[in-house]
C-alpha cells in the first residue's frame, strides 16, 4: 500500500474515531444534567471526569485524521495517544471474548436501569473508537515516530538495568491469571456476586496486557535474543504500559471515593494491585522512550 493511501486510511480512521466519541460524549453530558438535579456531587465529578476524557479522545481522533496533528508537540500529542490505546484498544480482545462467551451475561446492578439508546450508544462509541485506533493510531505513531517502527531488534536493546521491571509484571500476569482461573485468594467474599464470566475475561484481558509487556521487555532488553522487527514489542509495549497505567490509574480512583465502588478484591488488594500497575506502566513506557532514543540517535538506523 502506497503512502498516499496510508495517508487516506488513517484519515478515515480518525474522523471515525472522533465522530465514535461523540456519542460517548452525548451520553455524558445528559447524564451529568441528570446528576446535577438527583445525583451526588461524586458521580458529578466522575462523569465530568469521563467528559474530559471523551474531549481528548475526539481531539486525539481529529489529531489523527489532520495534518497538524503530525506537527504538534511531542509533550501534548504522545501522552493522548498513550492513554487512548491503553484504555481502548487494549479491550478489543475482551470485546470479542465476551461476544463469544458470555454474549447475554447480566449488566451491573447500576447499569440495570440505563435506557437501551444509552447503552447503544456507548457500545458503539467504545467499540467503534477502539477499532479505530487500531488502525489509525500505529500509521500515525509510525509517521510521526518512524524509528520505533522500523528496522530490527538489535543495537538498540534496553539496558539491563530494566530487567527490575520483568518482576511486577510477571507478578500481576500471574495474579490476573489465577484469578481468571478460578483462584479466590485475595477475593472479597461479600462480592462473590460481582464474580461474573465477564469479571473473569476483565481480569484475564489485564494478564494478558501484563504477558503482553513482559514480553516486550524481555525482547527489547539485552537478555532477549534481539532477533525480529522492533515494531512488535514496541507496540505491544506501548498498548501493555498504557493498559497498566490508564486502567490502574481509573479503578484506583473509583476506590478512593468511599462507597463508590465495590472491588471483587479486598480493597487493601485492590489499592496494592492497582498502585503497581500504574508504577509499572509508566516504567514501560520510559524504557519503550530510552530505546527509541537511542534508535533516532544511532546512525545505523
Known amino acids: 500500500m502506497n503512502m498516499h493511501r496510508l495517508v ?33 456531587s461524586d458521580w458529578v465529578l466522575l462523569n465530568a471526569v469521563t467528559v474530559v476524557m471523551a474531549l481528548v479522545g475526539g481531539a486525539l481522533g481529529l489529531a489523527l485524521a ?7 508537540p511531542t509533550w501534548l500529542v504522545l501522552p493522548a495517544c498513550w492513554i487512548a490505546g491503553g484504555f481502548l484498544v487494549s479491550m478489543l480482545p ?4 465476551s461476544g463469544v462467551l458470555a454474549p447475554s451475561a447480566p449488566e451491573p446492578a447500576d447499569d440495570a436501569s440505563m435506557p437501551a439508546w444509552e447503552t447503544v450508544l456507548i457500545g458503539v462509541g467504545f467499540a467503534a473508537m477502539a477499532v479505530a485506533l487500531v488502525v489509525g493510531l500505529p500509521l500515525f505513531l509510525r509517521e510521526r515516530w518512524p524509528h520505533a517502527f522500523t528496522g530490527r531488534v ?4 534496553a539496558d539491563a538495568r530494566t530487567a527490575w521491571i520483568l518482576l511486577p509484571l510477571t507478578a500481576l500476569g500471574a495474579l490476573w491469571v489465577y484469578w481468571a482461573a478460578g483462584g479466590t485468594a485475595g477475593l472479597d467474599p461479600a462480592a462473590e456476586a460481582l464474580w461474573d ?17 513482559a514480553w ?15 515494531w512488535l514489542p514496541m507496540a505491544l509495549g506501548f498498548v501493555a504500559s498504557g493498559s497498566l497505567f490508564s486502567w490502574g490509574g481509573w479503578k484506583l480512583l473509583w476506590l478512593l471515593l468511599p462507597g463508590m465502588y465495590q472491588p471483587v478484591e479486598h480493597r487493601w488488594v ?25 534508535r533516532a540517535c544511532d546512525p545505523i538506523y
Open 8 to 40: 487516506l486510511l488513517r484519515r478515515a480512521a480518525g474522523f471515525t474515531a472522533a465522530g465514535a466519541m461523540s456519542l460517548y460524549l452525548l451520553v455524558k453530558l445528559v447524564w451529568i444534567a441528570l446528576e446535577l438535579f438527583h445525583g451526588t
Open 66 to 72: 489532520q495534518s497538524w496533528g503530525t506537527r504538534s
Open 94 to 97: 475482551f470485546m470479542v471474548a
Open 154 to 157: 538489535g543495537r538498540d536493546r
Open 197 to 213: 464470566v465477564n469479571a473473569r475475561l476483565l481480569v484475564a484481558n489485564s494478564a494478558l496486557w501484563a504477558v503482553a509487556g
Open 216 to 230: 516486550s521487555m524481555w525482547t527489547l532488553g539485552r537478555w532477549g535474543s534481539g532477533r525480529g522487527r522492533v
Open 270 to 294: 485492590a489499592v496494592t494491585e492497582h498502585g503497581v500497575a500504574i508504577v509499572t506502566g509508566a516504567a514501560v513506557l520510559l524504557v519503550l522512550t530510552r530505546v527509541y532514543r537511542r
